[in-house]
């Protein structure tokens, strides 16, 4: 069996020292639907990050009849018929794909020479399944980095780092933090780092997006067009914009032979707005309800300052400005909310911060 990585890496500012240990400190979110892990670079100038798709497919190598695996955008681009996302629901609910997991993730971390000698902290969803979470834990734990240190932290917490800062202010605030991720949809508050009425739903997503993107551009070309999940979540990607949506096109290739161009115009921002009018619903008729009820003082202090937005759909243009719109209409009362630069990165940032502080305590 062998197996290939697709990924991109990328050069992000921050310090991510350290300190006078030599474990490198690590931030790592194993995600439904993209894995991201941050390290030092060598000379100290900055975070390399790993950013890949959590899926794998396996095909057979015709001479050999070895079983042969293809990981991250490739996969998915090449066997979109098969490409098996092993932590659709966010966690390795089984045995079968808790191995699968491990396997993706420790040909990652060969492929990119993470030091074994690490602190890692990776970032854990809010999900109210403890098997998942075990599954999840023994794959970062048998992982082949990690030596030195291994601990977890909430993801909203983690991904609200970087949108305070550039150190660990958010561990020292009162705040409201929506992740708004590709399986889950979660809210929680958080008082100097302690998470406060976390809240999780299963019923918005960003997944959810997809396939209704999908289903709306075969409605928007009269059943002329169907596309897959990995196309629908690539148009939402490069187009979905609240600010400047723009009609796009694009070519299939029709049976029997020829090419059909066609115009999406609706579908892309349709569904969008769809999720976000559900994301504001939950939000505040659904957690600040139970927050309020639970802890009127943290809902008081929480609603006086910006709600951090983090997760992968907290990158489409314009969602920030319409959150806050949509939300402060809802409430009748005027609502911030901010965002790290790259949302997509900040959990793993965030964890990595923390890494790096907890190696520099040591």
Do not use: W
Not at 247 to 275: K, L, W
Request: glycine share 8%.
């Amino acid at each position: 069996m062998s197996s290939d990585v697709d990924a991109e890496t990328e050069e992000v500012s921050g310090s991510g020292g350290t300190g006078s240990s030599d474990a490198v400190p690590v931030g790592v979110k194993l995600g439904s639907t993209r894995t991201v892990i941050a390290f030092p670079n060598e000379d100290g100038s900055g975070l390399k990050t790993i950013r890949t798709l959590t899926c794998l497919a396996s095909y057979e190598d015709p001479l050999t009849g070895e079983e042969k695996y293809l990981y991250g955008e490739e996969a998915a681009r090449e066997y979109p018929d098969r490409v098996q996302f092993m932590l659709r629901s966010g966690l390795p609910e089984d045995e079968n794909r808790a191995e699968l997991t491990e396997q993706f993730f420790t040909s990652v971390i060969e492929s990119h020479d993470i030091p074994e000698d690490s602190a890692v902290v990776y970032a854990i969803p809010t999900i109210d399944n403890p098997a998942g979470l075990e599954n999840l834990q023994s794959v970062i734990e048998d992982s082949p980095i990690g030596n030195a240190l291994m601990e977890s932290y909430p993801e909203s917490l983690c991904g609200s780092i970087p949108a305070f800062g550039d150190d660990l202010e958010a561990i020292e605030q009162i705040f409201i933090a929506v992740n708004m991720g590709s399986t889950n949809l979660e809210a929680s508050a958080y008082r100097r780092g302690e998470q406060i009425s976390p809240f999780t739903t299963g019923a918005v997503t960003g997944n959810e997006v997809d396939r209704i993107i999908a289903n709306y551009v075969e409605e928007e070309t009269q059943g002329r067009v169907n596309i897959d999940i990995t196309t629908a979540r690539e148009y939402k990607e490069e187009h979905a914009d609240f600010e400047a949506f723009e009609p796009f096109t694009d070519i299939i290739q029709q049976p029997g032979g020829g090419s059909h161009e066609y115009t999406i115009e609706r579908s892309v921002m349709d569904a969008c707005n769809e999720y976000l009018d559900d994301v504001v619903e939950e939000f505040a008729n659904t957690f600040l309800a139970q927050l309020a009820n639970d802890h009127m003082k943290v809902y008081q202090l929480a609603l006086d300052r910006p709600v951090v937005l983090t997760g992968g759909m907290a990158c489409i243009p314009g969602v920030v400005e319409e959150f806050e719109r949509r939300v402060s209409e809802e409430l009748g009362r005027e609502i911030e909310a901010v965002a790290a630069e790259r949302p997509d990165l900040s959990a793993t940032i965030g964890a990595q911060r923390i890494a790096a502080r907890l190696v520099q305590n040591s």
